[in-house]
Structure formats: C-alpha cells, structure tokens
C-alpha cells in the first residue's frame, strides 16, 4: 500500500541516503564571461548590433546547461541555454503534419537510398516564409523552436494586415522586435525622409537593421547576411542553418564604377580611346547585375542583384556544442545508428570478415566497393595532385626495357 509522501521539513530521518535539507537543481549553468556587451532588445538603429562581428567559434562566452547524473541517459547531455523560447505549441495553421515526407531514407520503391534515416517522433512542420514577399512593418511576438531545423524561427505579425507568419529567426532577436522587408520596395515615407532620392548612405542607416529582408544591391559591403536566395523571385536557401552567415564583399556599381575610372585614367595618359570587345562588354554587364559575397567555407560567389537576404546571423549559434548523451536522443531524431565495417560479415563489407580486428588489408571502400579516400572520386580533378613525368624519367625507363 502506497503511504503517504511525508514533508522532509523540521524531520529527522534514521536514513543516510535521504538528507532533510532542500532539493537541490537538476540542472547547473555553466555561464562564462563574455568579452561582447549585452544586446538589448530594441528596434532602434544601432551600427554596433547591426554589424556585429561573427560569434566566436570557441568555448569562451557559450553557456551549456548540464545535469545531474541522475540517470546515464542525462550523465553527458549538453544543451544550449535559450531560455527566451516560446514554451507552448506552435501556430496551428501554420504546420501540417510531417506523413511520408522522406521519413525512412527510401525512394519511389522502398528502397533504401540514403542510409542512417528512419523512425523519430512525430512532427508537425511548419511553413516558413523564407521569400517575406509582404511589405510593412512587422511585430515579433515570439521566438521558437522548430524540430526540423537547427535555427530558431520567430512568429511575426504584420501591423497592417495582422497576418502570422514564421521566419528563420537572427541572432539577438527578441519578442517586441519590429522587422520590415524592403523587397517590393522603398516605402513612399523613407522616399520622402531621403527627398526622393536614393542616398546610399540615408537608405543604409534605415533598413540595413538586423531581422530586416533587403535586396542584395541595398546592402552595404562588410554586412552580415543570412538566408540568401540564389534566384530573383524565389525565397532564401544560403545560409539557413544555426550560426551560418556570409558577407557582402563587393557590388557590381562599384567595381564597374572603379573598372570605368581606371579605363579613364589610361585614356588620359595614352591619349587613345580603347576599344571595348564584345565579350567584355558581356563581362562588365554580368559584373554590374551581380554582388559578391563571400561563404563561412571561404567560397565567393556571384549572386544576382536582386535576390533577397537577411540582415545578421542565424540564430541558435550554439547549436555545435550540444551533446545528445545517448543513442536514443539520435533515435528521437530520426537517426538510425551507424555500424562500422569492421564489425561486419564479409558478405557485408570489404572491411568485413577475417580472425579478430583485420580488414584483409584493402584499401578503405564504401560498402559497394569504390575507394572512399585517397582522393578517388572524394574532391574535384583540378585538385588532385598529379605527377609530372619528366623527359629523364621516361628516357630511363626506355633504357630499363631496352631501347
């Protein structure tokens, strides 16, 4: 018979394993100092906040919740303090649920075409707006987690027309936050607030805020940038993964103005005016349609003028130093675990098979049989370090075969 649960307060207990003293935390904050100030939630224009460096890559300023050994499971589990997340359900019509939607890694025929994926919880996924096509101010109500991707999103409401909608969240916002998209364009008052006409400078200080959705041309060069379409007229799809960001590095006005004053110059001095090719007329229109902007890989590319991006960084940029702590938190995530092929048949892997740990000394292969390193099929051929067969080299082997 269950008895009742008794008040530890003021009683003495004959046990050493029970203490009268208060609960202590499951769960202890591992806060660390961060050499950055903290930012305050506002919508007021501030350079400091809106082209704010990157967020540090190390584990200094990171705080890690961990817990109380209470169980294996929760021994090594780390997570990310976001304590100002939404704590209740999604936006009902805003989701659908997530049915046959390539859950198990399978194709067309049931056939497994990606390995490692299957089962997970049940999820609802909701309907990012990653274009944010609509114009007017817009009020942050909330931010909030969403389990089919690493960044957090943020429910918006618009002032005008109170329509909800979900945007991948930047990093530092904040419920009460006021977020506008300038992708159809200027409004009719910052026309007016700049005398209708374009200041470079004016346009910058009042749209370039963090959260904001511009086009890549009303952009100043050094911003930070995330959710960067690839096509004019199609939503964001760079740089939509937690902390991820790129940065705009050169427009094309710029480096065709400069290309222009340098072409002048030399004119000035040979007295001749230079012929201008079909092809580099091709050349300076393509540099003039197009910004670059450099990747976190290091890659630089070319995108059109008028794709969209956002202001700042993915949310969530501590998302890289969480640790699950056990195998059925991958299993919760839709990962199936992954077997070495050591450990295998012989049947089932090159690697397989043999007396004890021996992979019959071949070299690394995938399960099919193709060579998974030294190069082989692994990176472009312009990489590939190629052996250059020297006239001597090829002499001696003529004399090695006798000729």
Request: net charge positive; charged share 25%.
């Amino acid at each position: 018979m269950l008895q009742p649960r008794l008040a530890l307060t003021g009683l003495r207990l004959p046990f050493r394993c029970l203490s009268a003293r208060s609960l202590r935390p499951y769960s202890t904050v591992r806060e660390q100092e961060d050499p950055s100030p903290a930012e305050p939630a506002t919508a007021t224009f501030d350079p400091t906040i809106t082209f704010a460096p990157p967020p540090t890559r190390d584990d200094a300023g990171v705080n890690i919740r961990s817990y109380k050994p209470r169980t294996p499971g929760i021994r090594h589990l780390r997570r990310p303090v976001n304590d100002h997340l939404w704590k209740g359900r999604p936006v009902q019509k805003l989701t659908f649920p997530k049915r046959g939607h390539g859950k198990g890694g399978r194709n067309n025929t049931g056939r497994v075409t990606v390995r490692h994926q299957g089962g997970g919880h049940k999820r609802r996924i909701r309907t990012v707006d990653f274009l944010r096509d609509a114009p007017g101010p817009q009020l942050v109500e909330r931010i909030e987690h969403d389990p089919g991707r690493s960044a957090h999103i943020a429910l918006l409401r618009n002032q005008e027309t109170k329509r909800l909608t979900y945007i991948v969240a930047a990093e530092g916002m904040r419920a009460g936050d006021v977020v506008e998209s300038y992708m159809p364009g200027i409004p009719e008052h910052l026309w007016k607030s700049m005398g209708s006409t374009v200041d470079p400078g004016v346009l910058a200080a009042r749209t370039a805020w963090r959260g904001n959705c511009l086009p890549l041309h009303m952009m100043p060069v050094g911003t930070l940038i995330f959710n960067v379409g690839l096509r004019p007229g199609k939503g964001g799809q760079l740089c939509r993964s937690a902390g991820t960001f790129a940065t705009v590095i050169a427009k094309g006005t710029n480096q065709l103005a400069a290309a222009q004053q340098a072409e002048a110059e030399a004119e000035e001095e040979t007295g001749e005016k230079k012929r201008v090719s079909q092809r580099e007329q091709q050349k300076m229109d393509r540099i003039a349609q197009h910004v670059t902007i450099r990747l976190q890989s290091g890659e630089v590319r070319l995108i059109h003028k008028d794709c969209c991006a956002t202001v700042g960084v993915a949310s969530n940029p501590n998302h890289q130093y969480r640790q699950l702590g056990k195998a059925g938190r991958s299993r919760w995530l839709n990962i199936r675990p992954t077997v070495r092929g050591l450990a295998m048949n012989a049947m089932d892997h090159p690697h397989g098979g043999g007396r004890g740990k021996s992979k019959g000394n071949v070299n690394p292969k995938s399960p099919w049989g193709m060579p998974a390193k030294s190069g082989y099929k692994t990176r472009p051929k312009w990489k590939i370090n190629k052996a250059v067969v020297t006239p001597r080299v090829r002499n001696q082997g003529k004399r090695r075969r006798g000729n």
